[in-house]
């Protein structure tokens, strides 16, 4: 499986982005998604995650109300709709996958991954 995210930028605080991330090598239907991050000094941290089907999510608390992660398994990309951006949102973001035969599962940490795509700068100032 491989995986290419894209999207990331610079963009303004309370400003938006959305970042995708193309699976490639397996059907993307068979692959729990998931978003992490990391700031510079910092370790990385989970950010989003959905079922196979799309059916779950589950999201950081500090992302939670802001963030939207969704999936078309038609396209075989997983986006990640960010909206109110702070500051402290800036970071390169990694999508991630799972093979997994459970319909209902997702996952929100790093080790219950096994494919990661390269990464996305996104950077919020003023």
């Known amino acids: 499986v491989q995986l290419q995210a894209y999207g990331g930028g610079l963009v303004q605080p309370g400003g938006f982005l959305r970042l995708s991330c193309a699976a490639s090598g397996r059907a993307s239907s068979s692959l729990a998604m998931g978003w992490f991050r990391q700031a510079p000094g910092k370790e990385r941290e989970f950010v989003a995650a959905?079922?196979?089907?799309?059916?779950?999510?589950y999201y950081a608390e500090s992302v939670k109300g802001r963030f939207t992660i969704s999936r078309d398994n038609i396209k075989d990309t997983v986006y990640l709709q960010m909206d109110s951006l702070k500051p402290e949102d800036a970071a390169v973001y990694y999508c991630a996958a799972r093979v997994t035969s459970y319909v209902r599962s997702y996952y929100i940490t790093d080790d219950q991954y096994n494919y990661w795509g390269q990464g996305t700068q996104v950077t919020v100032s003023s």
């Open positions: 959905v079922s196979r089907a799309g059916g779950i999510t």
